[in-house]
T-cell receptor, first 112, second 112 residues
């Protein structure tokens, strides 16, 4: 069984630029999550999708972050414009019916 | 507020010694509890989980954890640590919606 795929693995941008991350969950997993992991901290949930609907986006900075999962499969997370404090690893996870979340390798974003 | 606390930021143990990583949670009801491990540059791998029932749960790689409701704790243990166990360990708590709250992690170093 293929795991959660994410791309790119690394991205360096300047502040005020935009960036997008892509995630393809495990086949058949209805729930998809995006987490932000700042260095030295645990992951923090940004947004949770159930199929193509948003379940929880209470911690998503909506003035600059957006996410979509149009066909209920893969998802894109966008930041526009980026700030220095957005430097972090962005993790995508998916889960099926058993509440176990499987994580991708993450995208390490550096904003200079 | 819901939270997960991992009191130890960094622990060093000798190879072959036993290990216990502490985790305390604050949650409205008894949450689902998880331990994840993260190696450098990697995503998170699920070690074990507690949903209900037997309070001692077994996981992969020889790890186990014990849920203690009276202490709001879910400590991770391993009887004999291997050098390959060096990594960062995260405790997480969640509800039926699936969104997880993570602790800040404990970095484990293993001395030869």
């Amino acid at each position: 069984e293929a795991g959660v795929a994410q791309s790119p693995r690394y991205k360096i941008i300047e502040k005020r630029q935009s960036v997008a991350f892509w995630c393809n969950p495990i086949s058949g997993h209805a729930t998809l999550y995006w987490y932000q992991q700042i260095l030295g901290q645990g992951p923090k949930l940004l947004i949770q999708f159930q199929n193509n609907g948003v379940v929880d986006d209470s911690q998503l900075p909506k003035d600059r972050f957006s996410a979509e999962r149009l066909k209920g499969v893969d998802s894109t997370l966008k930041i526009q414009p980026a700030k220095l404090e957005d430097s972090a690893v962005y993790l995508c996870a998916s889960s099926g019916h058993n509440y176990e979340q499987y994580f991708g390798p993450g995208t390490r974003l550096t904003v200079t | 507020a819901q939270s997960v606390t991992q009191p130890d930021i960094h622990i060093t143990v000798s190879e072959g010694a036993s290990l216990e990583l502490r985790c305390n949670y604050s949650y409205g009801a008894t949450p689902y509890l998880f331990w994840y491990v993260q190696s450098p540059g990697q995503g998170l791998q699920l070690l074990l989980k507690y949903f209900s029932g037997d309070t001692l749960v077994q996981g992969i790689k020889g790890f186990e954890a014990e849920f203690k409701r009276s202490q709001s704790s879910f400590n991770l243990r391993k009887p004999s640590v291997h050098w390959s166990d060096a990594a960062e360990y995260f405790c997480a708590a969640g509800g039926s919606q699936g969104n997880l709250i993570f602790g800040k992690g404990t970095k484990l170093s293993v001395k030869p």
